[in-house]
């Protein structure tokens, strides 16, 4: 339920951001600001229900393990080029569609689209 949970929230969340957007960006950033506020309360509530595990292990032997992980090493080497190529999609494009087209909807389009 978890994933199907996350995958509604990826599709609905982008598209209820970009009518938000269209009506006015104001709308938008006070509803993520408000539910940011709401889920800091709610988890402060109930940080007495998660369990904390301390452990005294040192940062050399965390590095250590690290750099003798060679999948994960190549793994993060190629999300960092995929990562690069996600900021240019979700950031840079909208904001030259704007400057081409001088039309906020056409650039929130871009945005709802590409969620």
């Not at 690069?84 to 999609?89: A, E, G, N, S, V």
């Given at each position: 339920?978890?994933?199907?949970s996350f995958n509604?929230?990826?599709i609905i969340g982008p598209i209820a951001?970009?009518?938000?957007?269209?009506?006015?960006?104001?709308?938008?950033?006070?509803l993520t600001g408000s539910l940011m506020?709401?889920?800091?309360?709610?988890?402060?509530?109930l940080k007495n229900h998660f369990q904390v595990t301390t452990e005294n292990t040192s940062i050399t032997l965390g590095i250590q393990a690290i750099l003798q992980n060679k999948?994960?090493?190549l793994f993060s080497f190629i999300?960092?080029?995929f990562y690069?190529?996600?900021?240019?999609?979700t950031v840079a494009l909208p904001l030259h569609m704007k400057n081409i087209?001088?039309?906020n909807q056409l650039a929130t389009l871009v945005i709802t689209i590409n969620a």
């Open positions: 339920y978890l994933n199907l509604c929230g990826a951001g970009g009518f938000l957007l269209l009506l006015d960006p104001l709308y938008a950033f006070s506020l709401l889920f800091a309360f709610i988890f402060y509530l999948s994960f090493l999300m960092i080029f690069i190529m996600f900021t240019q999609l087209s001088n039309s």
